[in-house]
Protein backbone atom coordinates (compact mmCIF):
# COMPACT_ATOMS: atom_id res chain seq x y z
CA UNK A 1 0.00 0.00 0.00
CA UNK A 2 1.12 3.76 -0.62
CA UNK A 3 0.62 6.24 1.21
CA UNK A 4 0.06 10.22 0.10
CA UNK A 5 1.69 13.41 1.88
CA UNK A 6 1.43 16.78 0.44
CA UNK A 7 0.74 15.76 -3.03
CA UNK A 8 4.07 13.49 -3.12
CA UNK A 9 3.97 9.62 -2.87
CA UNK A 10 6.39 8.02 -0.29
CA UNK A 11 6.67 4.25 0.80
CA UNK A 12 8.28 1.75 2.78
CA UNK A 13 8.54 -1.35 1.45
CA UNK A 14 9.46 -5.35 2.37
CA UNK A 15 10.91 -7.94 0.32
CA UNK A 16 11.35 -11.22 1.12
CA UNK A 17 10.14 -15.14 0.20
CA UNK A 18 6.37 -13.47 -0.54
CA UNK A 19 7.30 -9.91 0.93
CA UNK A 20 4.60 -7.50 0.12
CA UNK A 21 4.90 -3.59 -0.30
CA UNK A 22 3.66 -1.25 3.41
CA UNK A 23 2.49 1.89 3.17
CA UNK A 24 4.31 4.78 4.43
CA UNK A 25 3.98 6.56 7.53
CA UNK A 26 3.74 10.01 8.87
CA UNK A 27 2.53 11.71 12.22
CA UNK A 28 -1.38 10.98 10.64
CA UNK A 29 -0.53 7.31 10.86
CA UNK A 30 2.07 6.05 12.72
CA UNK A 31 0.38 2.68 13.84
CA UNK A 32 -0.20 1.75 10.43
CA UNK A 33 1.07 -2.07 9.90
CA UNK A 34 0.87 -4.03 7.12
CA UNK A 35 2.22 -8.01 7.34
CA UNK A 36 4.98 -9.92 5.34
CA UNK A 37 5.67 -13.39 5.23
CA UNK A 38 8.81 -15.43 5.16
CA UNK A 39 10.10 -18.73 6.22
CA UNK A 40 11.97 -20.37 8.23
CA UNK A 41 15.68 -19.96 7.29
CA UNK A 42 14.86 -17.90 4.50
CA UNK A 43 16.02 -13.94 4.14
CA UNK A 44 13.84 -11.06 4.65
CA UNK A 45 14.67 -7.41 2.90
CA UNK A 46 13.27 -4.03 4.83
CA UNK A 47 13.02 -1.52 2.04
CA UNK A 48 11.85 2.38 2.89
CA UNK A 49 11.77 4.55 -0.39
CA UNK A 50 13.33 8.25 1.17
CA UNK A 51 13.41 11.39 -1.51
CA UNK A 52 16.36 14.06 -0.90
CA UNK A 53 14.27 15.96 2.07
CA UNK A 54 15.46 13.16 4.24
CA UNK A 55 18.00 14.73 6.31
CA UNK A 56 17.76 10.60 8.86
CA UNK A 57 17.05 7.58 8.40
CA UNK A 58 17.55 4.74 10.60
CA UNK A 59 15.41 1.00 11.28
CA UNK A 60 14.03 -0.24 14.15
CA UNK A 61 12.90 -3.56 15.56
CA UNK A 62 10.95 -2.81 18.56
CA UNK A 63 12.42 0.40 20.49
CA UNK A 64 16.24 -1.60 19.34
CA UNK A 65 17.61 0.34 16.87
CA UNK A 66 19.18 -1.90 13.89
CA UNK A 67 20.68 0.50 11.83
CA UNK A 68 20.80 4.19 11.83
CA UNK A 69 22.43 5.70 8.56
CA UNK A 70 24.76 3.57 8.08
CA UNK A 71 25.99 2.79 11.82
CA UNK A 72 25.19 -0.38 12.67
CA UNK A 73 23.75 -0.41 16.18
CA UNK A 74 22.28 -4.03 16.82
CA UNK A 75 25.23 -6.67 17.14
CA UNK A 76 23.38 -9.64 15.41
CA UNK A 77 25.76 -10.35 12.33
CA UNK A 78 22.55 -11.38 9.96
CA UNK A 79 21.18 -7.92 9.61
CA UNK A 80 22.96 -6.04 6.97
CA UNK A 81 23.03 -2.65 5.21
CA UNK A 82 21.59 -3.41 1.58
CA UNK A 83 21.24 0.36 0.70
CA UNK A 84 21.89 4.10 1.72
CA UNK A 85 20.88 6.48 -1.05
CA UNK A 86 18.76 9.16 -1.73
CA UNK A 87 15.63 7.16 -2.99
CA UNK A 88 16.30 3.80 -0.74
CA UNK A 89 17.37 2.94 2.15
CA UNK A 90 17.08 -0.93 3.00
CA UNK A 91 18.23 -3.44 5.27
CA UNK A 92 18.45 -7.38 5.17
CA UNK A 93 17.67 -9.89 7.91
CA UNK A 94 19.24 -13.14 6.71
CA UNK A 95 18.50 -16.94 8.14
CA UNK A 96 15.33 -15.97 9.82
CA UNK A 97 14.36 -17.48 12.48
CA UNK A 98 10.94 -17.42 15.20
CA UNK A 99 12.36 -14.81 17.28
CA UNK A 100 12.86 -12.55 14.35
CA UNK A 101 8.80 -11.67 13.82
CA UNK A 102 7.42 -8.86 15.15
CA UNK A 103 6.95 -5.05 14.40
CA UNK A 104 9.79 -3.57 12.39
CA UNK A 105 9.48 0.27 11.71
CA UNK A 106 11.75 2.84 9.35
CA UNK A 107 12.23 6.51 11.02
CA UNK A 108 12.62 9.31 8.75
CA UNK A 109 13.25 12.79 10.13
CA UNK A 110 12.08 15.23 7.14
CA UNK A 111 11.36 18.83 7.36
CA UNK A 112 12.51 18.97 11.14
CA UNK A 113 9.38 16.18 11.36
CA UNK A 114 9.98 12.60 11.96
CA UNK A 115 8.16 10.25 9.84
CA UNK A 116 7.72 6.29 10.80
CA UNK A 117 6.15 3.34 8.79
CA UNK A 118 5.96 0.01 10.75
CA UNK A 119 5.69 -3.28 8.90
CA UNK A 120 5.26 -6.98 10.92
CA UNK A 121 7.20 -9.50 9.90
CA UNK A 122 5.57 -13.39 10.22
CA UNK A 123 8.03 -16.40 10.36
CA UNK A 124 6.49 -19.28 8.92
CA UNK A 125 8.27 -22.58 10.54
CA UNK A 126 7.66 -26.24 8.78
CA UNK A 127 5.43 -28.93 10.67
CA UNK A 128 7.37 -31.19 13.18
CA UNK A 129 6.65 -33.74 15.16
CA UNK A 130 8.12 -33.30 18.46
CA UNK A 131 6.41 -36.05 20.30
CA UNK A 132 4.83 -39.26 19.30
CA UNK A 133 3.61 -42.99 20.78
CA UNK A 134 6.31 -45.53 20.83
CA UNK A 135 4.92 -49.06 19.31
CA UNK A 136 3.04 -50.98 21.79
CA UNK A 137 1.93 -54.19 22.42
CA UNK A 138 -1.60 -54.94 23.85
CA UNK A 139 -4.05 -57.55 24.72
CA UNK A 140 -6.83 -57.68 22.63
CA UNK A 141 -9.85 -56.29 23.98
CA UNK A 142 -8.16 -53.37 26.25
CA UNK A 143 -8.14 -49.47 25.51
CA UNK A 144 -5.40 -48.17 23.70
CA UNK A 145 -4.25 -44.45 23.35
CA UNK A 146 -1.69 -42.74 20.70
CA UNK A 147 -0.70 -39.09 20.78
CA UNK A 148 1.19 -37.31 18.28
CA UNK A 149 2.44 -33.29 18.71
CA UNK A 150 3.67 -31.14 15.96
CA UNK A 151 4.89 -27.73 16.16
CA UNK A 152 4.98 -25.20 13.19
CA UNK A 153 3.91 -21.33 12.30
CA UNK A 154 1.01 -21.93 11.46
CA UNK A 155 -0.06 -24.86 13.68
CA UNK A 156 0.22 -28.06 11.95
CA UNK A 157 -3.04 -30.24 11.43
CA UNK A 158 -2.24 -33.75 13.03
CA UNK A 159 -4.19 -36.34 11.22
CA UNK A 160 -4.47 -40.28 12.14
CA UNK A 161 -4.41 -43.37 10.05
CA UNK A 162 -4.56 -47.08 10.23
CA UNK A 163 -2.05 -48.45 7.43
CA UNK A 164 -4.35 -51.17 5.96
CA UNK A 165 -6.20 -52.62 3.22
CA UNK A 166 -9.18 -52.72 5.11
CA UNK A 167 -8.84 -48.96 6.55
CA UNK A 168 -10.72 -46.68 5.22
CA UNK A 169 -10.21 -42.74 5.26
CA UNK A 170 -8.45 -41.32 8.71
CA UNK A 171 -9.44 -42.72 11.68
CA UNK A 172 -9.05 -39.16 13.65
CA UNK A 173 -8.12 -35.93 13.21
CA UNK A 174 -6.39 -34.75 16.51
CA UNK A 175 -3.62 -35.18 18.05
CA UNK A 176 -4.67 -37.77 19.97
CA UNK A 177 -6.28 -41.32 18.66
CA UNK A 178 -8.32 -43.66 21.20
CA UNK A 179 -9.01 -46.92 20.73
CA UNK A 180 -11.81 -48.84 22.72
CA UNK A 181 -11.53 -52.36 22.88
CA UNK A 182 -9.16 -53.22 20.33
CA UNK A 183 -9.61 -55.75 18.04
CA UNK A 184 -7.12 -57.59 16.26
CA UNK A 185 -7.79 -56.35 13.04
CA UNK A 186 -6.79 -53.44 14.39
CA UNK A 187 -3.70 -54.46 15.05
CA UNK A 188 -0.14 -52.87 12.31
CA UNK A 189 0.70 -49.42 11.36
CA UNK A 190 -0.99 -46.08 12.62
CA UNK A 191 0.39 -43.19 10.94
CA UNK A 192 0.73 -39.50 12.11
CA UNK A 193 0.60 -36.94 9.65
CA UNK A 194 1.62 -33.14 10.32
CA UNK A 195 0.89 -30.35 8.00
CA UNK A 196 0.76 -26.75 7.60
CA UNK A 197 1.11 -26.13 4.01
CA UNK A 198 4.48 -24.58 4.46
CA UNK A 199 6.30 -27.39 3.38
CA UNK A 200 5.26 -31.10 2.82
CA UNK A 201 3.63 -33.04 5.52
CA UNK A 202 5.71 -34.62 8.20
CA UNK A 203 4.71 -38.36 8.75
CA UNK A 204 5.55 -40.82 11.52
CA UNK A 205 4.66 -44.31 12.12
CA UNK A 206 3.37 -46.60 14.96
CA UNK A 207 3.46 -50.08 15.18
CA UNK A 208 0.39 -51.40 17.46
CA UNK A 209 0.52 -55.22 18.06
CA UNK A 210 -2.83 -56.74 19.28
CA UNK A 211 -1.91 -60.31 21.33
CA UNK A 212 -4.89 -63.14 21.12
CA UNK A 213 -5.30 -66.35 22.03
CA UNK A 214 -4.90 -69.40 18.85
CA UNK A 215 -7.80 -70.41 16.98
CA UNK A 216 -6.91 -73.78 14.80
CA UNK A 217 -8.38 -72.84 11.36
CA UNK A 218 -7.44 -75.98 9.90
CA UNK A 219 -6.91 -79.35 10.55
CA UNK A 220 -7.97 -82.03 8.37
CA UNK A 221 -8.17 -86.13 9.00
CA UNK A 222 -6.09 -88.02 5.58
CA UNK A 223 -5.54 -91.51 4.95
CA UNK A 224 -2.76 -93.47 4.07
CA UNK A 225 -1.85 -96.95 2.87
CA UNK A 226 0.30 -98.94 4.91
CA UNK A 227 4.06 -98.69 4.17
CA UNK A 228 3.53 -94.84 2.95
CA UNK A 229 4.72 -91.66 4.23
CA UNK A 230 1.89 -89.61 6.00
CA UNK A 231 1.26 -86.20 7.09
CA UNK A 232 -1.22 -84.49 9.34
CA UNK A 233 -1.23 -80.82 9.50
CA UNK A 234 -2.61 -78.61 12.20
CA UNK A 235 -2.89 -74.86 11.16
CA UNK A 236 -3.30 -72.09 14.19
CA UNK A 237 -3.30 -67.98 14.35
CA UNK A 238 -1.90 -66.56 17.19
CA UNK A 239 -0.22 -63.68 18.82
CA UNK A 240 2.62 -64.21 20.14
CA UNK A 241 2.79 -67.53 17.71
CA UNK A 242 1.24 -70.42 18.93
CA UNK A 243 3.79 -73.77 20.16
CA UNK A 244 2.58 -76.77 19.22
CA UNK A 245 2.46 -80.07 20.73
CA UNK A 246 0.92 -83.55 19.26
CA UNK A 247 -0.96 -86.40 21.32
CA UNK A 248 -1.84 -90.06 20.73
CA UNK A 249 -4.61 -91.60 23.11
CA UNK A 250 -3.68 -88.51 25.59
CA UNK A 251 0.51 -89.41 25.29
CA UNK A 252 2.48 -86.80 24.30
CA UNK A 253 4.68 -87.43 20.93
CA UNK A 254 8.02 -85.86 21.25
CA UNK A 255 10.23 -85.17 18.60
CA UNK A 256 12.67 -88.43 17.85
CA UNK A 257 9.95 -90.84 17.91
CA UNK A 258 11.28 -93.89 14.97
CA UNK A 259 9.62 -93.15 12.09
CA UNK A 260 7.68 -90.09 13.38
CA UNK A 261 9.06 -86.62 13.20
CA UNK A 262 7.48 -83.24 14.13
CA UNK A 263 8.01 -79.90 11.90
CA UNK A 264 6.94 -76.85 13.74
CA UNK A 265 6.96 -73.34 11.71
CA UNK A 266 5.18 -70.18 12.83
CA UNK A 267 1.05 -70.90 12.61
CA UNK A 268 1.94 -74.29 11.41
CA UNK A 269 2.91 -77.63 12.64
CA UNK A 270 3.20 -81.13 10.62
CA UNK A 271 3.08 -84.54 11.97
CA UNK A 272 5.14 -86.89 9.44
CA UNK A 273 5.09 -90.93 9.35
CA UNK A 274 7.77 -91.95 7.28
CA UNK A 275 6.50 -95.33 7.02
CA UNK A 276 2.98 -96.09 8.28
CA UNK A 277 2.29 -99.27 10.77
CA UNK A 278 -1.36 -100.25 11.46
CA UNK A 279 -0.15 -98.82 15.45
CA UNK A 280 -0.10 -95.49 13.76
CA UNK A 281 -3.88 -95.57 12.32
CA UNK A 282 -5.91 -93.61 14.87
CA UNK A 283 -7.17 -90.07 16.07
CA UNK A 284 -4.29 -87.28 17.43
CA UNK A 285 -4.43 -84.63 19.11
CA UNK A 286 -2.67 -80.94 17.73
CA UNK A 287 -2.67 -78.37 20.62
CA UNK A 288 -1.70 -74.72 19.75
CA UNK A 289 -0.95 -72.37 23.23
CA UNK A 290 0.81 -69.15 23.88
CA UNK A 291 0.80 -66.72 27.04
CA UNK A 292 -3.09 -65.67 26.29
CA UNK A 293 -4.47 -69.42 25.98
CA UNK A 294 -4.62 -72.69 24.26
CA UNK A 295 -6.98 -74.24 21.86
CA UNK A 296 -7.15 -78.34 20.51
CA UNK A 297 -8.23 -79.91 17.62
CA UNK A 298 -8.84 -83.86 16.72
CA UNK A 299 -7.28 -85.07 13.23
CA UNK A 300 -7.61 -88.43 12.42
CA UNK A 301 -5.01 -90.87 10.30
CA UNK A 302 -6.90 -93.52 8.97
CA UNK A 303 -6.05 -96.96 6.50
CA UNK A 304 -6.47 -96.26 2.61
CA UNK A 305 -6.13 -99.28 0.60
CA UNK A 306 -3.87 -99.68 -2.19
CA UNK A 307 -5.16 -100.03 -5.41
CA UNK A 308 -4.89 -103.58 -6.70
CA UNK A 309 -2.15 -103.87 -10.04
CA UNK A 310 -5.66 -104.99 -12.14
CA UNK A 311 -7.36 -101.24 -10.88
CA UNK A 312 -4.53 -99.62 -11.82
CA UNK A 313 -4.33 -100.71 -15.65
CA UNK A 314 -7.89 -100.25 -16.06
CA UNK A 315 -9.09 -97.53 -13.50
CA UNK A 316 -12.78 -96.97 -13.39
CA UNK A 317 -12.52 -94.52 -16.35
CA UNK A 318 -11.32 -97.50 -18.53
CA UNK A 319 -13.64 -100.02 -17.15
CA UNK A 320 -16.49 -97.80 -18.00
CA UNK A 321 -14.98 -96.82 -21.89
CA UNK A 322 -14.61 -100.66 -22.04
CA UNK A 323 -18.45 -101.56 -21.20
CA UNK A 324 -19.47 -99.17 -23.41
CA UNK A 325 -17.71 -99.95 -26.19
CA UNK A 326 -18.67 -103.47 -26.20
CA UNK A 327 -23.07 -102.08 -25.61
CA UNK A 328 -21.89 -100.05 -28.93
CA UNK A 329 -21.45 -102.72 -30.75
CA UNK A 330 -23.49 -105.68 -29.75
CA UNK A 331 -26.06 -103.32 -30.20
CA UNK A 332 -24.99 -102.98 -33.71
CA UNK A 333 -24.87 -106.35 -34.64
CA UNK A 334 -28.53 -106.30 -33.45
CA UNK A 335 -29.52 -103.97 -35.58
CA UNK A 336 -28.02 -105.09 -38.64
CA UNK A 337 -29.56 -109.17 -37.85
CA UNK A 338 -32.94 -108.07 -39.68
CA UNK A 339 -30.99 -106.89 -42.63
CA UNK A 340 -28.75 -109.63 -43.10
CA UNK A 341 -32.01 -111.84 -43.19
CA UNK A 342 -33.79 -110.38 -45.64
CA UNK A 343 -31.13 -110.34 -48.04
CA UNK A 344 -30.43 -114.02 -47.64
CA UNK A 345 -34.02 -114.05 -48.23
CA UNK A 346 -34.09 -112.13 -51.59
CA UNK A 347 -31.18 -114.18 -52.93
CA UNK A 348 -32.93 -117.58 -52.96
Keep these: MIGKKRGRWEEVAVEGGTGVPVRSGDATFPKAMDNVTVRQGESATLRCTIDNRVTRVA ?32 IEIQNVDVYDEGPYTCSVQTDNH ?22 ISINEGNNISL ?18 PKAVGFVSEDEYLEIQGITREQSGYYECSASNDVAAPVVRRVKVTVNYPPYISEAKGTGVPVGQK ?3 QCEASAVPSAEFQWYKDDKRLVEGKKGVK ?43 SEPTSSSLLQGPGAVSEVSNGTSSRRAGCLWLLPLLVLHLLLKF
Design 59 to 90: WLNRSTILYAGNDKWCLDPRVVLLSNTQTQYS
Design 114 to 135: PKTSRVHLIVQVSPKIVEISSD
Design 147 to 164: TCIATGRPEPTVTWRHIS
Design 230 to 232: GTL
Design 262 to 304: VENRPFLSKLIFFNVSEHDYGNYTCVASNKLGHTNASITLFEL
